[in-house]
């Protein structure tokens, strides 16, 4: 019935089900399992995008551009949540609907969030890099216990870090443009301003998208804003944070560590000056690369693809 392109790495590994779940419906799926890097430049796109019925994508950037030279293209899919490589209004002029699977990811990006934070509080990285070198550390660290921790964004993610953070005894805040009250009051999980959890947190825990607005919001002024030796965990997006500003910030003490899973640009540079800062925790965006969010995000995401080409509405539709 249609044609499939799939660019999200371990599909043909981690995700089965989903394949057998597009074939059994009478769709195609193009997969390419010896690309290097799964997503696909515009000039690769060029040469097969004009005979795909709809496309699964991991970092791909589609926009107009892509969209003109994609005339059966119906839904372009994003293995995972957010969308901001994917030009929403562009979609919708070339009637293509863009689809997402939100909360099916998040539990894995709650819990390395969390493990960044138990790092980072006992610098777990650097006191592994030196015993492998022969060395003999002995470093005194710091307990979660006690310390307050601020959640910028309060939604799905946030809320199962909150839930997590409930067993070892700390003190949660967060702010969120429209806060859930109710789940702030079920988890304990005191709602204040976006300055209050900023400049209050011992640790600060990113949770909010990338817009133009929130584009390098965490520069050297909001860095010096934040408590001086506090900890800042950015498991979002990368566009986020000035990485030129957070090293600064970490070389002079401002800020005492980070655990960082997203970064702008992507792949990190070689020569990033983020490299050569200390107690460091850096995952190259792997938040939701877990074998059960690979299951729950292709399943989730390919009954939507099908449910397009059916003519029928989806569920998780972001440009209606």
């Known amino acids: 019935m249609g044609k499939v392109l799939v660019s999200a790495s371990h599909f043909d590994t981690l995700c089965k089900n989903a394949w057998n779940l597009l074939e059994s419906n009478g769709h195609e799926v193009v997969y390419d399992p010896d690309k290097a890097f799964p997503a696909y430049s515009y000039e690769e796109l ?168 929130t584009y390098h919001m965490f520069n050297d002024e909001m860095f010096s804003k934040m408590k001086k030796g506090s900890y800042i965990i950015n498991a979002a997006r990368g566009a986020l944070i000035d990485t030129e500003a957070l090293s600064r910030a970490l070389n002079s003490g401002q800020i005492a560590g980070a655990g960082l899973d997203a970064f702008e640009p992507e792949p990190l540079p070689k020569d990033s000056s983020i490299l050569q800062c200390e107690n460091i925790v850096l995952t190259p965006h792997t938040g939701s690369e877990t074998v059960e969010s690979y299951e729950n995000v292709s399943i989730c995401t390919v009954k939507d693809i099908i449910a397009v080409l059916a003519g029928k509405e989806p569920v998780h539709w972001t440009n209606k």
Request: no cysteine; net charge negative.
């Open 46 to 213: 060029k040469g097969i995008i004009g005979d795909i019925d709809a496309a699964l994508i991991g970092m791909d950037n589609y926009n107009e551009d892509v969209f003109k030279i994609a005339p059966k293209l119906k839904a372009v899919a994003k293995f995972g949540v957010g969308v901001d490589n994917i030009d929403g209004e562009a979609a919708k002029k070339y009637g293509v609907k863009v689809l997402n699977a939100p909360g099916q990811n998040s539990n894995a990006v709650a819990e390395l969030t969390i493990g960044m934070m138990l790092d980072v509080l006992r610098k777990v990285v650097p006191l592994h890099n030196q015993v492998a070198l022969g060395a003999w550390p002995r470093h005194i660290g710091l307990e979660i216990k006690g310390k307050t921790v601020g959640l910028l964004g309060f939604g799905a993610i946030a809320r199962l870090v909150a839930k997590k953070l409930n067993a070892f005894d700390v003190n949660v805040i967060a702010y969120d443009l429209y806060p859930d009250i109710k789940s702030a009051e079920d988890l304990g999980v005191r709602m204040t301003t976006k300055e209050e959890v900023i400049e209050d947190s011992d640790i600060l825990s990113l949770h909010i998208p990338a817009t133009a607005e």
